[in-house]
């Protein structure tokens, strides 16, 4: 009786929504952090920005492989954090978009940080430990032996 309950409860329970990429736009860090401009570059790839805005600025460009579990980071502006003072969104951005506008299949994630290498700073690639927002949006079913994303 209790599990034919239980299987009622659980046929007739609301279903759970799915991740949308527009979710994963939010601060991550109350008034002066958070990410941005999520995008699905097809092929099993995603991008989004993360800014900070305190006593300091930066923005740095994410890209995922999500089925991969490798992802590049780019720094394209940074204000007082440190010696340095650049901003090369606008070359980093040329750059980016000529890159993913060919075809998925001809993506590769070292030649993408060789490319950024000569707009943006701090270019590095490195493999993912946990899913982020975007792949659980836009690639669910690629998070593998990953830790799952929660937003919180």
Known sequence: ???????????????VAALELADCHRV????????AAHRDLSGGWVSWIEWWSQEGV???LHVADCDGHDQLTARLREENIGDRAFDRRRAASR???GYVGRAPAFYDMDDLADALARSAR????ASMTAEV???AAAYPNARGGLDPFALG
């Open 122 to 125: 701090d270019v590095r690639v």
């Open 133 to 135: 927002c975007a792949c």
């Open 1 to 15: 009786m209790i599990l034919r309950a239980g299987l009622i409860a659980l046929a007739t329970a609301a279903p």
């Open 28 to 35: 991550t860090n109350p008034s002066h952090g958070g990410e």
């Open 58 to 60: 930066f923005t740095d």
């Open 95 to 97: 750059v980016f978009e």
